[in-house]
């Protein structure tokens, strides 16, 4: 069956340090994969989007890695801040096209304490 | 533009009753999705259109759930008779067809006594 596993479901780390976050997929092949951050009581929101020919993609202090070997994807944010604060989601589609069904992931709570 | 937007924010109601929640994409926003997050199952997709066409709704859970869209900027998403199983929160989230975005409203907590 088609499963998205992200690495556990709380990660604490201390403000400074690099939040690293793992996305793994079983019998999908996805022509790309999206990153969310959802807080308490808010719809999710957009942060990447990475292609299954990039390997690397960053923004600001993001930085998203796509194996499609390994079927993961890692989600880095780099000098954590509390306000990174916040449960995050991998998102896939099944391939193809930006017109398909988008799955997620049950997300990983981050908690950045100062 | 104001985003995507559901109504009613929040929803009380007893077994057995119909419950209609409501979205209005954002406009130009050719696909339109409904999803049900709880604890315990996290984002399920229930259904997605396409250009207001419904293209698949194998996530609704059962025949008590249904959705439409009758034109580009309103969808809804049916419970008949609701229970207290449904009790979750629904969102609606509308696509930008250029980048693959999800942009999503702030949800729907529906909670079923």
């Known amino acids: 069956s088609q499963k998205i596993e992200q690495n556990s479901e709380a990660l604490n780390i201390q403000e400074g340090k690099t939040a690293t976050l793992t996305c793994n997929y079983t019998?999908?092949?996805?022509?790309?994969l999206q990153w969310y951050r959802q807080d308490p009581g808010r719809g999710p929101v957009f942060l990447l989007l990475?292609?299954?020919?990039?390997k690397e993609k960053r923004k600001e202090r993001l930085k998203v890695t796509f194996d499609t070997t390994l079927k993961q994807s890692l989600f880095h944010i780099t000098a954590s801040q509390p306000a990174d604060s916040a449960t995050y989601l991998c998102?896939?589609?099944?391939?193809?096209?930006?017109?398909?069904?988008?799955?997620f992931g049950r997300g990983t709570q981050l908690t950045v304490w100062p | 533009d104001a985003g995507v937007i559901q109504s009613p924010r929040h929803e009380v109601t007893e077994m057995g009753q119909e419950v209609t929640l409501r979205c209005k994409p954002i406009?130009?926003?050719?696909?339109l999705f409904w999803y049900r997050q709880t604890m315990m199952r996290g984002l399920e997709l229930l259904i997605y259109?396409?250009?207001?066409?419904?293209?698949?709704d194998s996530g609704m859970p059962e025949d008590r759930f249904s959705a439409k869209m009758p034109n580009a900027s309103f969808s809804t998403l049916k419970i008949q008779p609701s229970e207290p199983r449904d009790s979750a929160v629904y969102f609606c989230?509308?696509?930008?067809?250029?980048?693959?975005?999800?942009?999503f409203g702030e949800g729907s907590r529906l909670t079923v006594l």
């Open positions: 989230a509308s696509r930008d067809s250029n980048t693959g975005e999800l942009f």
């Open positions: 998102a896939l589609d099944e391939g193809g096209s930006t017109l398909g069904r988008l799955y």
């Open positions: 019998n999908y092949s996805p022509a790309y």
């Open positions: 990475i292609r299954e020919n990039e």
């Open positions: 259109f396409n250009n207001n066409v419904p293209i698949d």
């Open positions: 406009s130009g926003h050719n696909s």
